[in-house]
């Protein structure tokens, strides 16, 4: 049993870093929590991990955790992280990113790392909003909703994350929330440890940008909705599609096993004829 | 990997054999004319020797890729034109602000947009400057032959290491799709990074050191964790708004290229001890300047040409030195302009430009026709 308070005295960095940005009962701090419990169960060193964030509350998750971390440019950090990759393929890489981040602006480079099948960990905190700049709408804003720029309600259909990787071929594919932090740190274990390209979501509570504005109640109001609706995989796959409602499946939606990018990459070493054999 | 000597080669392919004989490993790229050949023969050489070539879906995650390439200790470039260099500008910024060494190559087409794809230009001298945000300095090598595609590269190369900077090979068309037989040098001089001095505990990787030595950028996974950021930082790399912090993030970044003019600025002049006129060229252009001086010569004008091989920082004060003996500037450019502007800047004596936004080269005769129209 992993205490949650003493793994993350071990990976914080408290002397630089603290007070951190998020807005008290947000839940990008459980899934941060969640994050060091299953890297702390991989037994990976520090230095083998590399943690790349993109930018957003989200983002700033890299700033507070002692690894090698990369803060990068809004909707970019998995094209940081490919290069990380395929320079040094040793190092474990996990990628934190907010749905907006992810899935708008980064949306092009989501879908072709699912594709190339590289081997890399991503983390989407969804907290259904654009936090970070004050609350506009994102791609998993739910119709109707308000935001910042959709005062009278969102008219956008909203993007199913998981749906989305998994059509274009993530080899791992899970989905949690702040409610179920456990199954969260369980589902990011088995994602840093699979190899191809895995995605977590983890539905998280603004209740600072979104919850407010919708009527969300408080955070804990928030992630009872969590509880409420979320359905394991196998019953919500039982219910008829017409009865879903506002259910959601969460635990592993996806696990393949394919060759990664990199494996392929050795095939086209080995037909180019490797100069210094 | 054949060998390269005595052969024809094309500016591209050059370019490309540089940043391997420099010791590139990754190159991540998106096609684009007239770059192209660049990606395409890197697909080839490098898988051969170890090293990694990756398409990437668009300019700004092969941007994104280098810096993390570069990041995790290997030796990175990327290749694009005009409409994927505006793409790429926000990364570049990043890998100012974060010091990440690295080669950008722009082989200059035809524009606004999507422009002449097949045609060679110079109008991206100004945004290889300024097209990212903020306060940034850059150092922007510009070749006229395909021998320089080889030699500059190699040299951005050491120059990006030695700097913590990305460094821009601003190449017209015409240079990178310019077949010429060359002697590729034997001996070449390559910078590698250096190991850092100092334990881990000590490391930070944002420090100004005395001298304005510049610390070694430690490969992620090598032990020294730390944190890079697009966001202004301190010395150890974490988010700040410390006034004091804040201005000595930003005047570090610009006075470590400031600081270094001599060693970075390389500039070519020919003929112009005793000119009146000084013709300032440079990539294909300097190459109709250097013919138009000897026309000039040869009618008894004293004409000479100065080229900036290093466009940016702007070699100002060989410039201003220059205006000290010479009646008039010549500025041919495949622009409306650009260079133009920093020649004015730079000198307050009489300056003229020759331009051309066609697609079609600057003749001598052009330039010849403004030096015996202009009145000294
Ligand atoms: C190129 C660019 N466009 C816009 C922004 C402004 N911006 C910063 S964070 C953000 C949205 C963050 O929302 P999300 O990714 O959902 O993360 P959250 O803050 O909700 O965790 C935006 C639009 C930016 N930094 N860069
Ligand atoms: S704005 Fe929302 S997501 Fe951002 S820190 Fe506050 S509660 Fe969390």
């Known amino acids: ?101 992810a899935t708008a602006i980064g949306g092009n480079h989501l879908i072709h790392s699912c594709r190339r099948n590289i081997d890399l960990t991503a983390l989407i905190v969804n907290n259904n909003i654009y936090g970070m700049t004050g609350g506009q709408y994102s791609p998993t804003t739910p119709m109707e909703h308000k935001a910042s720029t959709a005062q009278y309600g969102s008219i956008e259909k909203p993007f199913d994350i998981c749906k989305l990787v998994e059509a274009c071929g993530a080899s791992f594919v899970a989905r949690s929330t702040t409610y179920h932090a456990k199954m969260l740190d369980a589902l990011l274990y088995r994602a840093i440890d699979k190899k191809g390209f895995s995605v977590v979501e983890a539905m998280s509570q603004c209740p600072v940008q979104y919850g407010r504005r919708n009527k969300k109640g408080s955070p804990v109001d928030m992630m009872m909705w969590f509880k409420n609706n979320s359905i394991s995989n196998p019953a919500f796959k039982k219910i008829p599609s017409g009865e879903v409602g506002e259910q959601f499946p969460v635990g592993i939606l996806v696990d393949l096993d394919e060759p990664d990018y990199l494996e392929r990459y050795r095939q086209i070493v080995k037909k180019a004829g490797d100069d210094r054999l | 990997m054949k060998k390269y000597k005595d052969i024809v080669l094309h500016g591209n392919e050059a370019c490309a054999l540089g940043a391997l004989a420099a010791g590139m490993r990754f190159f991540a790229g998106y096609p684009i004319t007239p770059s192209t050949e660049i990606a395409e023969f890197l697909s080839v050489e490098l898988p051969k020797i170890g090293g990694t070539f990756i398409q990437m879906e668009d300019e700004i995650s092969s941007m994104g890729a280098i810096i993390g390439a570069s990041l995790a200790g290997v030796k990175s470039m990327t290749a694009t034109s005009g409409p994927g260099f505006s793409l790429m500008q926000e990364n570049l910024g990043f890998a100012s602000m974060a010091e990440i060494p690295c080669v950008l190559v722009n082989v200059m087409r035809g524009g606004p947009s999507t422009g002449m794809p097949t045609r060679p230009s110079q109008g991206d001298v100004m945004q290889s400057r300024w097209g990212t945000h903020g306060p940034h300095p850059i150092i922007v090598l510009s070749p006229q032959s395909v021998l320089e595609c080889y030699t500059l590269t190699i040299h951005a190369f050491n120059l990006a290491e030695k700097y913590r900077s990305p460094v821009i090979m601003l190449m017209d068309g015409l240079v990178g799709h310019m077949w010429e037989n060359v002697q590729l040098p034997e001996k070449i001089e390559v910078i590698d990074r250096p190991e850092p001095s100092v334990p881990p505990d000590w490391y930070n990787p944002y420090d100004d050191l005395p001298g304005g030595e510049i610390v070694p950028l430690v490969p992620f996974g090598d032990g020294y964790r730390y944190h890079v950021t697009g966001m ?101 450019e495949m622009n409306y302009g650009q260079v133009y502007g920093e020649v004015l800047k730079s000198c307050p004596k009489r300056a003229v430009r020759v331009t051309r936004v066609d697609g079609e080269l600057i003749t001598p005769a052009q330039i010849m026709e403004k030096i015996e129209g202009t009145a000294l």
């Open chain 1, 1 to 101: 049993m992993i205490h949650t308070s003493e793994t993350m005295y071990k990976y914080l960095r408290p002397d630089k870093t603290f007070p951190h940005v998020w807005c008290p009962g947000c839940g990008i701090g459980i899934v941060m929590g969640a994050l060091v419990r299953a890297i702390e169960r991989t037994g990976f060193t520090k230095d083998e991990i590399v943690l790349v964030s993109g930018i957003g509350c989200s983002g700033r998750m890299s700033t507070y955790l002692d690894f090698n971390t990369l803060h990068t440019t809004h909707g970019r950090a998995l094209s940081f992280a490919t290069g990380i990759k395929l320079a040094n393929p040793k190092l474990n890489i996990i990628v934190v990113m907010g749905d907006g981040d």
């Open chain 2, 232 to 332: 202004v930082h301190d010395k150890s790399g974490f988010p700040t708004l410390v006034h004091e912090e804040v201005e000595q993030c930003l005047d570090k970044l610009i006075y470590k290229i400031k600081n270094n003019l001599h060693d970075i600025i390389r500039i070519e002049e020919y003929m112009l001890e005793d000119a009146d006129i000084c013709i300032v060229a440079h990539g294909s252009v300097a190459r109709s300047a250097r013919e138009a001086v000897n026309i000039a010569r040869s009618e008894g004008l004293k004409v000479g040409l100065l080229r900036p091989i290093t466009l940016w920082p702007f070699p100002r004060f060989h410039l201003e030195n220059i205006s000290k003996r010479v009646k008039l500037f010549v500025v041919p």
